[in-house]
């Protein structure tokens, strides 16, 4: 079945720097990555997703990239920001099958 | 603008004993999941329901049974605890399946078996 591996597991960056967050699939028909932010005490919420038939998303200071050839997608957090702190997921599916996410990244950001 | 609502947010239980998660959306959505989070592990699928009348099991369903009672709600039974299910639960739900839809979560019960 698919897998989705996610790396690495904690991240701490320093406030203003960028913060890059990496996730690889197996099932080559996976064609939807979401991700999603966890804060503290609180369910996932989805922030940005891509579709296979686009290589990079991006909206304001966060951003997906996507190689289908190597299956692997990423997210990117420019300018990061206290409230950028939390848990973030990232997640694989194709059509008529489930979501598989990752075990997810722990980000702090320093001040 | 409720969105998910779980209930209850914390719970202890011993060994053996049993109980119901509940689960209700507002957003007249079709599908429905029960997911477990544990450290390192991430987000798993326990069951899920496709559309008011059908259930499926996921990645991790032994120990557990649902029901969707109607469009809006789904319970999650665990008839006899074991420690090994002390985790936090999400119950989620999309408009129709997970592919392409946003899954949204409800705010998660803590439940701890000893």
């Known amino acids: 079945g698919e897998n989705v591996e996610q790396h690495p597991s904690t991240l701490s960056v320093q406030e203003g720097d960028s913060a890059v967050i990496k996730c690889t699939y197996s099932d080559s028909a996976s064609n939807y990555f979401p991700w999603y932010k966890q804060e503290l005490g609180k369910g996932p919420q989805l922030i940005i997703d891509i579709r296979s038939n686009v290589g990079e998303k991006k909206d304001q200071r966060i951003a997906v990239t996507l190689n289908k050839t190597a299956k692997h997608f990423s997210l990117h957090i420019t300018e990061t920001q206290p409230e950028d702190s939390a848990v973030y997921f990232c997640?694989?599916?194709?059509?008529?099958?489930?979501?598989?996410f990752g075990s997810g990244t722990r980000l702090s950001i320093r001040p | 603008n409720a969105g998910v609502t779980q209930t209850p947010k914390f719970q202890v239980l011993k060994t053996g004993q049993s109980m119901t998660l509940q689960c209700a959306q507002d957003m007249n959505h079709n599908s429905m999941y029960w997911y477990r989070q544990d450290p390192g592990m991430g987000l798993r699928l326990i069951y899920y329901s496709a559309s008011e009348g059908t259930t499926d099991k996921g990645e991790v369903p032994n120990g557990y049974n649902v029901s969707r009672l109607n469009k809006r709600e789904f319970s999650l039974r665990l008839e006899s605890a074991a420690p090994s299910q002390t985790s936090v639960y999400f119950c989620?739900?999309?408009?129709?399946?997970?592919?392409?839809?946003?899954?949204?979560f409800g705010e998660g019960s803590w439940l701890t078996v000893v």
């Open positions: 997640a694989a599916s194709k059509r008529a099958s489930k979501i598989i």
């Open positions: 989620a739900s999309s408009e129709q399946g997970a592919f392409g839809n946003t899954i949204y």
